[in-house]
């Protein structure tokens, strides 16, 4: 999940928050669990987080050479595989792999998963961010949740559907890329789909994005499909001026023209806009809230130009989010030296565009709020226009019947991400994408792109089962 651009993105980005620390760890030798394939999983797994991925000095390739050879020893051919980088990103490689269908007719289907994950210093972590520790029910280490969980689930998904002798109706393809977590890297799923697109197509695909929340108590609470994202995209102000001497100053200043610009933009609020999927997710939330707040999402849902719903409900950061394009202001740099005039100051402003908003339509509004004495530039990468995501009744019908199963009187909502995934890549060719529900984080957010991420055992491995039937359920 991108935190420059997202994770479970709605339910991630509205839980982050500490981490409660525990003072004994030890490493993961095994894992005792009751079932073979659970065994093999967590070797899987281990592997995976312990391979460090990081942009700065870590291997996604090695990460895929090492779920490639657990493939080829399951029973996949050389041909089922197909191994991609390019040779100026030798480290930055990931992998495709395909267990064919019988049925020639349905469209493939698509497992998502990205093995890079953000930066983790030894110093700064209780524990060594590249050793799977268990303590206290949960396991420790960089990537556990974002987003080798998921990753490592659909890899033994894969495994496990070929020692079985499954036999999907639907052609299953997984793709694991690199690059996710970081807006200036090399990122694999672009390439995909802008290199490789009939490698990869298929009639939809599984991201991250979804998964399930914990209330404070360590009761499931909710489950969530993602469906539809924002679009991340960073945009640079610049004023310049010819400065001069500081005992002397002018009224054209950079700094403050500069510091106009980007209070203006703190001083906006884009307008209140629904798909489909938000829609629906504040449907079931007023009815789920009632009150005051439940009252507001109501007039809102039929007049979006309602100010005073509207103020209400964006209290809650997430929910403000979720309604509109926000803009924040998270780098600032200006001046050459302690006692001139400044001649350049420039600030980075990092947008999540909302669905079917072009970084051009933002890119404008940004230069009316800045003023003509501030210049406002896209930087790349420029990200796709985000697509609205078909709330469909084929992919939500069996995630919810399969959850009532699985996780009995936990409701299943549709949410569109506050952040950004690779999905929306795969979205800018027609492949249809849905984070999916099944592993179930904490309302501290379990430390993701923070210090000691963790993910609680139980989810991992209830997840893991829910997830695999899930792929059997939409491949036939």
């Known amino acids: 999940m991108r935190g420059t651009n997202g994770g479970m993105k709605l339910v991630k980005a509205a839980l982050a928050g500490g981490v409660a620390l525990a003072t004994l760890a030890v490493p993961v030798v095994a894992q005792a669990q009751s079932r073979p394939d659970q065994q093999a999983f967590f070797g899987l797994y281990k592997e995976l987080v312990e391979t460090n991925t990081t942009l700065s000095s870590g291997s996604c390739t090695q990460a895929a050479a090492q779920i490639g050879a657990r493939m080829k020893a399951a029973g996949y051919a050389d041909s089922d595989i197909t191994y991609f980088s390019v040779p100026d990103h030798p480290k930055d490689g990931g992998l495709v792999a395909v267990l064919p269908g019988t049925d020639k007719k349905l469209k493939p289907m698509l497992l998502l998963g990205h093995l890079d994950v953000v930066e983790a210093k030894r110093e700064d972590w209780v524990r060594d961010p590249f050793t799977l520790i268990e303590e206290n029910g949960y396991y420790y280490g960089r990537g556990t949740m974002d987003d080798k969980a998921q990753a490592a689930v659909w ?39 802008q290199n490789k697109p009939d490698l990869i197509a298929a009639e939809f695909a599984l991201n991250e994005g979804g998964g399930g929340r914990y209330d404070a108590s360590g009761k499931r609470q909710l489950l969530a499909m993602q469906v539809g994202e924002k679009a991340s995209q960073n945009y640079t102000f610049l004023a310049s001026n010819p400065g001069g001497h500081s005992s002397q100053p002018v009224p054209k200043n950079a700094i403050y023209e500069l510091a106009d610009a980007i209070k203006a933009v703190q001083g906006y609020e884009f307008p209140v806009k629904f798909t489909d999927t938000t829609r629906a997710f504040f449907t079931a939330t007023a009815a789920a809230t009632g009150g005051a707040i439940g009252g507001a999402i109501t007039r809102l849902l039929a007049n979006p130009l ?10 809650d950061k997430a929910m403000h989010s979720t309604l509109r394009t926000t803009c924040v202001t998270t780098i600032l740099t200006a001046g050459h030296a302690e006692n001139a ?29 800045a ?18 995501t078909k ?11 399969l959850a009532a199963k699985h996780f009995p009187g936990v409701p299943l909502l549709p949410l569109m991400s506050t952040g950004a995934t690779d999905g929306i890549f795969l979205q800018a060719i027609g492949i ?10 904490d309302p501290d957010g379990n430390g993701t792109h923070g ?19 899930l792929v059997k359920l939409y491949a036939g």
């Open 155 to 193: 890899a033994d998904s894969m495994i496990r559907f070929k020692k079985d002798g499954y036999k999907p109706k639907r052609t299953i393809k997984l793709a694991l890329t690199c690059g996710e977590e970081t807006t200036f890297a090399w990122n694999g799923a672009q390439w995909l789909a």
């Open 306 to 315: 309602d100010t005073e719903a509207d103020a209400l409900i964006s209290r």
């Open 341 to 369: 005039l400044p001649q350049r100051a420039t600030a980075n402003v990092n947008c999540r565009i909302f669905p079917g908003e072009t970084v051009e339509q933002t890119r404008l509004k940004l230069q009316e709020l």
């Open 371 to 388: 003023g003509p004495l501030v210049t406002v530039t896209a930087n790349a990468p420029v990200r796709p226009t985000a697509i609205p």
């Open 391 to 401: 709330l469909d009744p084929k992919i939500m019908d069996p995630a919810r019947k």
């Open 432 to 441: 249809p994408v849905y984070g999916a529900p099944g592993i179930f984080i």
């Open 451 to 469: 210090l000691n991420e963790r993910l609680k055992i139980e989810s991992l491995y209830a997840g893991r089962d829910y997830l695999f039937d």
